[in-house]
């Protein structure tokens, strides 16, 4: 059955999008160490599909939202106070456009969704290694080959200092990329589990795995990253009918809340056994001394202000850091909440239809999902793992902007463009005969 899957996985179902499905697989698989190389591959693929599929890609919806989408970036950049700025910004969403037209035409079938998820799991390994170095052993290396065809810098310690972050720029971000792999490496795990094929190398590669990336998404110390590694595990335990596991979780996340809020007599009696680890940092103890204009309350109230006085066009994109800065006199690159950020910058209209695609596309998966007979009932739990990883992106970007690293934002265009390719091919499928 594992022969027949990887066959179906490594081949494309139409010939004629082999090459482009090939460069996809192998530009993720690098991608984690050499994100040019790897995003230039992803990229590259997405053209060759659009060439090769144009006329499909025009009848795609969503295809024509994003393309509505373009225009009023375009429109509000060049309104914008710092033009120069806010065309760069650009950079971060219009080429990304493309590789969704691009990869949800390619990306039709679960089988190509098990092997991404695979792909991805693999692509994390060394990742999570380097991030165990770093805390543990002091490995530190800045290592940079021809420019960026491969630039990876380790922390001793990590960064924020005390917090993992392996090859990436602040531990949130791992832990953004962590949750990923966590979800679906329990996605594949579960499935394996399912079938009883627990017998092999590839179980044993999955089990040390989810282990391993959920370990990291505890050192990472990220709020954020902990209630994504908690909503895959209650999401999979409900999906499964696990009632006494979804008490469980529960119970914990219930626990920790109330020694991080409760009232000081309840708190007091709940952190006899909740680490202090876990409740400090939730409720800020940790790091007592903040100042205010680091809070992401204030970072929200300043975001919302501005869009109150441009509600049309926003003051442009990547203009925040700096209105920010004069305000309360500090650096701060985005204000940790994506929505917020492009209502600021590009105006309500864009904020909302940007959200309204890919709400679209997390509600499209689910209907999908309840509707029988159109997935097959050993494909259902993978289909399932991308639904949760999209619901996690969407939760995940309230809190904090996944948006300005290049690996994170190229991946989250990667499982929406997988998703929608999926609902998009089996609803004509059924509907047409195709």
């Given at each position: 059955?594992?022969?027949?899957?990887?066959?179906?996985?490594?081949?494309?179902?139409h010939?004629?999008?082999?090459?482009?499905?090939?460069?996809?697989?192998?530009?993720?698989?690098?991608?984690?160490?050499s994100?040019?190389?790897?995003?230039?591959s992803?990229?590259?693929?997405?053209?060759?599909t659009?060439?090769?599929?144009?006329?499909?890609?025009?009848?795609?919806?969503l295809?024509?939202?994003?393309a509505?989408?373009?225009?009023?970036?375009?429109i509000?950049?060049?309104?914008a106070?710092?033009?120069?700025?806010?065309?760069?910004?650009?950079?971060?969403?219009?080429?990304?456009?493309?590789?969704?037209a691009?990869?949800?035409?390619?990306?039709?079938?679960?089988?190509q969704?098990?092997?991404i998820a695979?792909?991805?799991?693999?692509?994390?390994?060394?990742?999570?290694?380097?991030?165990?170095?770093?805390?543990?052993?002091?490995?530190?290396?800045?290592?940079?080959v021809?420019?960026?065809?491969?630039?990876?810098?380790l922390s001793?310690?990590g960064?924020p200092?005390?917090r993992?972050?392996?090859?990436?720029?602040?531990?949130?971000?791992?832990?953004?990329?962590?949750?990923?792999?966590?979800t679906?490496?329990?996605?594949?795990?579960?499935?394996?589990w399912?079938?009883?094929?627990r017998n092999n190398?590839?179980?044993?590669f999955?089990?040390?795995?989810?282990?391993?990336s959920?370990?990291?998404?505890?050192?990472?110390?990220s709020?954020?990253g902990?209630?994504?590694?908690?909503i895959?595990?209650?999401?999979?335990a409900?999906?499964?009918?696990w009632?006494?596991?979804?008490?469980?979780?529960?119970?914990i996340?219930?626990?920790v809340?109330?020694?991080?809020?409760a009232?000081?007599?309840?708190?007091?009696?709940?952190?006899?056994?909740?680490?202090?680890?876990?409740?400090a940092r939730l409720n800020?103890?940790m790091?007592?001394?903040?100042?205010?204009?680091?809070?992401?309350?204030?970072?929200?109230?300043?975001?919302w202000?501005?869009?109150q006085?441009?509600?049309?066009?926003?003051w442009?994109?990547?203009?925040?850091?700096d209105?920010?800065?004069a305000q309360?006199?500090?650096?701060?690159g985005?204000p940790?909440?994506?929505?917020?950020?492009?209502?600021?910058?590009?105006?309500?209209?864009s904020?909302?239809?940007?959200f309204?695609?890919l709400?679209?596309i997390?509600?499209?998966?689910?209907?999908?999902?309840?509707?029988?007979?159109y997935?097959?009932?050993?494909?259902?739990l993978?289909?399932?793992?991308y639904?949760?990883?999209?619901?996690?992106?969407?939760?995940?970007n309230?809190?904090?902007?996944?948006?300005f690293?290049?690996?994170l934002?190229?991946?989250s265009?990667?499982?929406?463009?997988?998703l929608?390719?999926?609902?998009y091919s089996?609803s004509?499928?059924?509907?047409y005969?195709e």
């Open positions: 059955m594992l022969g027949a899957s990887l066959k179906l996985a490594f081949y494309h179902p010939t004629s999008l082999q090459t482009p499905w090939n460069v996809t697989q192998i530009g993720l698989l690098i991608f984690p160490l994100p040019l190389v790897g995003g230039v992803i990229l590259l693929a997405a053209l060759i659009c060439h090769k599929q144009y006329h499909r890609i025009m009848h795609h919806p295809n024509w939202g994003f509505v989408l373009s225009l009023l970036l375009i509000s950049s060049a309104v106070d710092e033009k120069t700025q806010a065309f760069l910004g650009l950079f971060n969403l219009l080429p990304f456009f493309v590789v969704f691009g990869l949800s035409s390619l990306i039709q079938t679960t089988a969704l098990r092997q695979v792909i991805f799991v693999i692509g994390s390994v060394p990742v999570v290694i380097m991030g165990f170095g770093q805390m543990f052993w002091g490995w530190s290396f800045q290592l940079q021809l420019w960026i065809l491969l630039d990876l810098g001793a310690g960064v200092p005390g993992m972050s392996s090859i990436f720029m602040h531990a949130n971000l791992l832990a953004a990329y962590l949750a990923i792999a966590f679906l490496g329990l996605g594949l795990w579960l499935e394996r399912s079938l009883r094929d190398t590839y179980f044993i999955l089990t040390v795995s989810v282990i391993t959920f370990i990291a998404l505890i050192f990472t110390d709020r954020n902990w209630v994504m590694g908690m895959a595990c209650l999401a999979y409900l999906y499964q009918g009632h006494i596991i979804v008490g469980s979780v529960t119970s996340i219930t626990s809340l109330l020694a991080a809020f009232p000081s007599p309840v708190a007091e009696t709940f952190r006899r056994f909740v680490p202090a680890y876990f409740w800020d103890q790091y007592p001394d903040r100042p205010v204009a680091v809070m992401r309350t204030t970072q929200w109230e300043f975001a202000s501005l869009t006085q441009k509600p049309w066009t926003g442009g994109l990547r203009s925040f850091s209105l920010y800065k309360m006199q500090i650096d701060l985005h940790h909440n994506l929505f917020l950020m492009l209502s600021a910058e590009t105006g309500l209209p904020a909302l239809l940007f309204g695609c709400g679209w997390w509600f499209a998966g689910v209907q999908l999902l309840q509707k029988p007979n997935l097959d009932k050993k494909d259902k993978i289909f399932f793992s639904i949760v990883v999209i619901l996690q992106w969407l939760i995940f309230t809190v904090d902007v996944t948006l690293d290049f690996r934002n190229t991946i265009w990667l499982f929406f463009s997988a929608w390719g999926v609902v089996s004509r499928l059924h509907r005969g």
